[in-house]
């Protein structure tokens, strides 16, 4: 009997580990979705732009949302962020392509964790499905496993 309880603590706390695992990646999941919609808006913006004039009005956003009126400068360059709080202006046809290329990235970085989380779901299951039948072995009909 003692080595039933043992099985079912040790089942417990692998369950939980599974458990803490798959909320981590969700929550790196949300993180990845909600960058890839901040590059997917920008490759957006940044199109529009580069068939604009100088000097031609626009509407701007600027998140949440909401847009600024502004009257376009030189739209052949753009201010783009490099990383570590610096930004470096680019020709907009490079700007674009970096863009685009971040945004393939992230996608290759949801597929992983989409599957990683895939994976520890299952796992979180068969571990379950297995302490409920060290539980129903041991007599414990009434104990559900959460």
């Known amino acids: 009997m003692a080595s039933e309880e043992e099985k079912l ?3 417990l706390v692998q369950l939980r580990m599974y458990e803490g695992s798959a909320q981590a990646l969700q929550a790196r999941l949300e993180i990845v979705n909600a960058a890839m919609n901040e590059f997917a808006s920008a ?3 940044l199109e ?3 068939t604009q004039q100088p ?3 626009t ?3 600027v998140g949440g949302g909401s847009f600024v009126r502004a009257k376009l400068g030189d739209v052949t360059k753009i201010v783009m962020g490099v990383g570590a709080g610096v930004a470096i202006e680019k020709p ?3 700007s674009i392509a970096e863009t685009k290329s971040r945004l393939a990235d992230l996608e290759k970085a ?3 964790l989409q599957q990683q989380l895939t994976q520890t779901v299952m796992r979180l299951e068969e571990e379950r499905a297995r302490l409920g039948e060290i539980v129903k072995k041991s007599g414990g009909d009434s104990v ?3």
């Open 48 to 50: 529009g732009v580069k």
């Open 110 to 112: 949801r597929a992983s």
């Open 55 to 57: 000097e031609a009005e």
């Open 144 to 146: 559900t496993v959460l």
């Open 43 to 45: 490759s957006t913006t």
């Open 9 to 11: 603590r040790e089942g």
């Open 59 to 61: 509407l701007i956003p």
């Open 92 to 94: 907009i046809e490079e």
